[in-house]
């Protein structure tokens, strides 16, 4: 249904998620590159839990915002960027466990891109749900100014 | 207008910032602990950033998140705890420098909270803005179990 | 998957929906009720649109709210009452033309349901996308005080 | 701070609102037209209200998406029209009473504008807040194609 723009997306987006330095810091990894859909899987780790000793709520949004944001990016022309415009997650439960972000492309716009996120544990609990806005930049670079 | 259940919520609240191990990881700190008014600063640092070096979207969520919450939080009872609900933010520009955020009650009821975070950077810019719902666990320990 | 605790719930959801004055008044009708999955259909009427003659966003916003209303009451004991927490919806294309709002359940908490609603004009195209959040009354009547 | 690119903007909206069918069928009036500040009253009906007589959450969200979406066209272009990308909305008390949902402007962008709105019940309850996003659609008509 949702034919890329450029057919060397995978290639564009494994390398637009190497410069997020925010994902090197968390430890989350690109795991499914595909036309309108992207995974993000995060390890567990001590040091991204909150008070209560489960993963911060921030970070959900974190691995779900990036797998969104690049489902959107898959569709878009090789000279373009993209910004998140917004997004809402539920929270649906606590974890204490490896994650995996799940985006795909619900509407692809000439100019904006909406997205659903779903984030589930390794134990296959559903811990979150994002619906997410994005607007594609046309003819601007994907790298720092 | 808002008064806190807990006269000792400002203790309460530093003590539960300092178990989170994610605000360590990303460098937050706790600036303003107020009745139903929190502020959480985060200095500008380049691991902090997406593909285009701004500070990543997910992290300006968690900081706003962190900050709505424990804003509500300084009105509940001290055996209470909470967990976040939902949250929807609007990245208003992006932002290449130390942010603050800005969280507060718009209405503290018996079971639900909704809160309101805004970001800005420390030029003074607006970068995002957050509404936020959070729900009280009341006799709930706010600490791993 | 979503068992009813009411064996009775369609019963109580059309009759709960017979309440609804709002939903006379812009001719909506409950087409589909499912544990856990509810439709509303809205034939279309001039009276119901915007300035430039498509349907009224909030129009689009009542029906999902009202479809993903039901779907989480379905699932909850008879006795219960219910109340919109908050939603958000994504406009994906402009409609001039009758709609269907489907709700289903993400998941049915104690106190909180989240559910997520898509809006369809009858040519099929995409119209709108919901998610909401709903506390759950325990208790408390379905009717007028 | 936010200075109108038409400075007929309030001829030009209560000419639109005019059109919007939808605010005659709920008895939806604009009362105040300021840049980047409108206001809608809603007086109470009881056709208006859901199962339990309270006023229905998808009309409280009609009012304040209205209001919210005319304050960001208060600051647009004469010769543009805008739609409405997304909005969010908490119910904060059930309302049987008359409303007024006042709508502001948080950020006016070249393409998106990011909006708020809060809804009041004229016991000075209140009712709702709303973050909402939207589109200007430069060098088109705001009236029926």
Redesign the interface.
């Known amino acids: 249904m949702n034919a890329p723009a450029d057919p060397n997306f995978a290639v564009r987006i494994r390398a ?2 190497g ?8 430890g989350a990894s690109l795991t499914v590159v595909e036309p309108g859909q992207v995974e993000v899987a995060l390890p567990y780790r ?8 489960f ?5 959900i ?6 797998a969104c944001g690049y489902a959107a990016y898959s569709l878009m022309p090789a000279d373009s ?1 993209l ?12 974890a204490r466990a490896s994650l995996v972000a799940r985006g795909e492309v ?2 692809a716009g000439r ?2 891109t ?1 997205t ?1 996120g779903e984030v589930y544990s390794e134990d296959g609990k ?1 811990v979150a ?1 994002m ?1 997410q ?1 994005l ?1 594609m930049l046309p003819g601007t670079p ?4």
């Open positions: 637009s998620f410069r997020q330095k925010a994902m090197s810091l968390i001590h040091d991204l839990t909150q008070q209560k000793g993963i911060h709520g921030g970070i949004g974190m691995i779900a915002d990036t960027s910004v998140t415009v917004e997004y809402k997650i539920n929270i649906l439960a606590p619900l509407r100019t904006l909406v659903r559903h749900s619906q806005t607007m994907d790298t720092p100014e």
